[in-house]
C-alpha cells in the first residue's frame, strides 16, 4: 500500500475550515473593492501574471499559499464585470443570491447527468423548465436543458432540428450517418452570430448549405428577403444582435404553419418577452421550434449557464440520446438527456434562485433598467462629441466619434482608462465602440463617470 499523506491533509482542511475561511476572506475583500477598483487590470497587475509561470510542481504545495496567490495575482488581474461599468461584449454581472447559492452548491459538488446522481439538481432543473416556459410564454412542454452557453443551445437546437428534418424525410441520421444524406437549406441573417455559423459547421453543414440573407440598417433580418421554408429549412432567427440589440420581426415572419424548422437565437434578447415595455420586441417567438437563451447575460447569473429550448421533447431528446450498460435512466428527469454533455455542473441551482429571488415582477424590472440604463447612456454620449448609430431598442448602444476613423484611438485609450471598459465593432463597414449594458450594479453615476472618460478618450 502506498503512503496517501495528502488523504490525512485534506481531511483536515476540511475538518479545520482555515482555508475556507481564507477563500471567504479573499471573496469579501474582492467585493469589498469592486465597485471602485479599476475596470481593466493596470500594467503593474498585468506583470504580476508572470508569478504564475513556474516549472511544473512536483510536490506538494501549500493550500494556504495556493489561495493566496490567487487572491493576490489574480483577482487584480480579472475585470470588474461584476460591478457596472464594464460593458464588453454582452457579460452579465451575477446576482448575489445566484454567487451565494452557488458556493453552497459547490461544496455539494454534484454531478448533473442523471436523477440518481443528483434527485436535489434533477428537480430544481424540472422546475426551471416550467418556470422559464411561463416566462417566455413559450408552447406547453416545451422542453429544456442547461448548456454552458447560447452556443451550446444552438447546437443543441439544430442537432434536435437536422435529425427532425431528416427524419421527416425518411433518413435516420442514427442509423444512416450525413455523409448521403439528403440536403437540407439553412437561412440566416448576415448578422447571425459566429456561434450559429460554429454550431452548424459541427454538425455537417457548409457554406453551400447556408443562404444569407441581407438585413436592414438596424440589423434585423429582411423579412421579404426571406426564402419559403419548405420542408428541407432550416430558418434560424435573431432576438437581439449582438451589435445593435435589434429584433427580427418575428410575428410577420414566422407562419403559423411551416414545414420546416425555425430557430430563434435569443442569447440575451429572449428576456424582453418578460418586459411590458419590451415584449412588443418578442412578439410572434412563440411559433418557432427552438431556442437558445442564456441565463449568464440578461438573468445575470454567473458563468456558465445556457439554455436550449424545444419545442418537441422528443426531437431534443432523441438527439442527445446516449446509452451504456452503466447508464441508469429513471422515471424522473435525467438532465443528460437534454443536452451534449455527460457530466456537469449544478446550473440549476443558480437558475432557479435567480427566479425565485427575481420572481416574474423582479425579472421585468431588472430587463427594462438595463434597458432604461442603455438609453441614458446614448442620451448622455450624444451630448458630446460623439453619435449613436443604433435606434437603442435594448441593452446595446453603438458609438462612434463624429470622425469614425478615432474610433479606434479612443477606443484603446478608453480600455487602457480603467474607468469603463467597451468593445469594438464593425458597423455598416466602418469601426465603432460597442456598450453593452448587462449588469444590475449599473447606475446612472456609473454612465456619467464613463460619459467623461470617453471624453477624456477623445481629447
Ligand atoms: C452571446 C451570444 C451568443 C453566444 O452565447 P454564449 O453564451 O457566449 O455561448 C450567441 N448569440 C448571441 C446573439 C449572443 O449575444
Given amino acids: 500500500m502506498h503512503d496517501f499523506y495528502i488523504g490525512d491533509e485534506m481531511k483536515k482542511q476540511i475538518e479545520n475550515k482555515a482555508l475556507f475561511d481564507y477563500a471567504k476572506k479573499y471573496a469579501y475583500d474582492y467585493m469589498d473593492g469592486i465597485f471602485d477598483r479599476n475596470v481593466f487590470p493596470t500594467q503593474d497587475d498585468l506583470r504580476k501574471l508572470e508569478y504564475f509561470c513556474e516549472p511544473l510542481p512536483e510536490i506538494s504545495g501549500n493550500e494556504l499559499d495556493i489561495l493566496k496567490s490567487l487572491h493576490e495575482w489574480g483577482s487584480p488581474n480579472t475585470v470588474a464585470q461584476t460591478a457596472g461599468r464594464y460593458y464588453g461584449f454582452v457579460n452579465g454581472g451575477s446576482l448575489p443570491i445566484t454567487l451565494a447559492v452557488k458556493w453552497l452548491a459547490d461544496v455539494w459538488d454534484q454531478n448533473s447527468v442523471l436523477n440518481i446522481t443528483s434527485p436535489v439538481l434533477s428537480k430544481l432543473e424540472d422546475i426551471c423548465e416550467k418556470w422559464l416556459v411561463r416566462l417566455f410564454g413559450l408552447p406547453e412542454d416545451t422542453a429544456a436543458g442547461l448548456v454552458c452557453g447560447s452556443s451550446n443551445a444552438a447546437f443543441c437546437s439544430l442537432a434536435a432540428a437536422r435529425n427532425e428534418i431528416l427524419n421527416r424525410l425518411g433518413w435516420s441520421v442514427r442509423d444512416k450517418g450525413l455523409f448521403a444524406a439528403p440536403s437540407i437549406k439553412v437561412v440566416l441573417s448576415e448578422h447571425a452570430h459566429a456561434t450559429i455559423f460554429k454550431a452548424l459547421y459541427l454538425l455537417g453543414f457548409g457554406q453551400e448549405n447556408i443562404v444569407k440573407v441581407n438585413a436592414d440598417r438596424q440589423g434585423r433580418?429582411?423579412?421579404?428577403?426571406i426564402p419559403t421554408v419548405d420542408e428541407k429549412t432550416i430558418l434560424i432567427l435573431q432576438a437581439g444582435n449582438v451589435n445593435s440589440g435589434a429584433f427580427d420581426?418575428?410575428?410577420?415572419?414566422?407562419?403559423?404553419?411551416?414545414?420546416?424548422?425555425?430557430?430563434?437565437?435569443?442569447?440575451f434578447g429572449l428576456w424582453a418577452a418578460i418586459s411590458q415595455d419590451k415584449c412588443h420586441l418578442t412578439k410572434g417567438i412563440e411559433r418557432a421550434d427552438s431556442w437558445s437563451v442564456d441565463a449568464h447575460k440578461t438573468l445575470n447569473c454567473p458563468y456558465d449557464c445556457g439554455i436550449v429550448l424545444c419545442r418537441s421533447r422528443d426531437s431534443l431528446c432523441s438527439a442527445m440520446q446516449a446509452s451504456g450498460s452503466y447508464i441508469q435512466y429513471g422515471t424522473d428527469r435525467d438532465e443528460m438527456l437534454y443536452t451534449s454533455d455527460m457530466s456537469r455542473r449544478a446550473r440549476a441551482v443558480e437558475l432557479w434562485a435567480a427566479i425565485k429571488y427575481l420572481g416574474r415582477k423582479g425579472i421585468e424590472e431588472l430587463v427594462d433598467h438595463l434597458c432604461d440604463m442603455a438609453q441614458y447612456f446614448a442620451e448622455k454620449i450624444e451630448k458630446q462629441n460623439f453619435k449613436v448609430l443604433n435606434e437603442v431598442v435594448f441593452n446595446q448602444v453603438l458609438i462612434t466619434c463624429v470622425n469614425p476613423e478615432d474610433n479606434k484611438r479612443v477606443l484603446e485609450k478608453l480600455q487602457q482608462s480603467g474607468d469603463c471598459w467597451c468593445g469594438g465593432t464593425a458597423w455598416e463597414g466602418k469601426p465603432a465602440i460597442r456598450v453593452s449594458i448587462c449588469s444590475w450594479a449599473t447606475t446612472t453615476k456609473d454612465i456619467d463617470k464613463s460619459v467623461q472618460a470617453f471624453c477624456r478618450a477623445i481629447e
Fill in 221 to 225: 433580418i429582411i423579412p421579404d428577403a
Fill in 249 to 267: 420581426d418575428f410575428e410577420r415572419i414566422i407562419k403559423r404553419q411551416h414545414s420546416g424548422w425555425i430557430h430563434i437565437d435569443g442569447a
